[in-house]
């Protein structure tokens, strides 16, 4: 085995490669987001979608998180079932996902990487329309997931 100055050692990153980048992230949820239904889309049109490694401390404060790996995606905004064109809300609707915890998940299961964004994108999609979490798993239970 070679030591430390052997050039022949190879590091890690070449051997398991790099771990997917926000963009990497970012295409996986773009391609995700093209498989909803146009009409469906349609209603997303003003949502803003961000990757960020973690959510922020106040996030997790407020969402009484025991580690930022604890969540995956977040909804921020007025669902529509809440919206009123009288009132408007003066911030953007925002999905984020969450690209570390999302890859700790993704390692610790082994699921494939492109349907566990997928699935997050749509889970918090569906807080736009005004699901609940109970909501969300019970329309995936009846329908099966992919």
Known sequence: ??????????NDAAVFGAPPSFADIEAMAARAFETIPDELRNMTATILFLVE??????????????SPFDLLGLYQGVDLTQKSIAD?????DV??????PILD???????DLEH??????????GHHFGFSDEDM??????????
């Open 105 to 111: 998940y993704w390692c610790e299961t082994g699921e």
């Open 116 to 125: 566990l964004v997928r699935h997050v994108l749509i889970h918090e999609i």
């Open 137 to 146: 798993e019970a329309l995936e239970a009846s329908a099966g997931d992919d």
């Open 1 to 10: 085995m070679g030591n430390a100055n052997d050039r022949s050692v190879s």
């Open 95 to 100: 999905v984020f996902l969450y690209r570390r």
């Open 53 to 66: 490694d973690f959510p922020d401390e106040e996030i997790c404060r407020d969402m009484e998180l025991e």
């Open 88 to 92: 408007p809300s003066p911030d953007p």
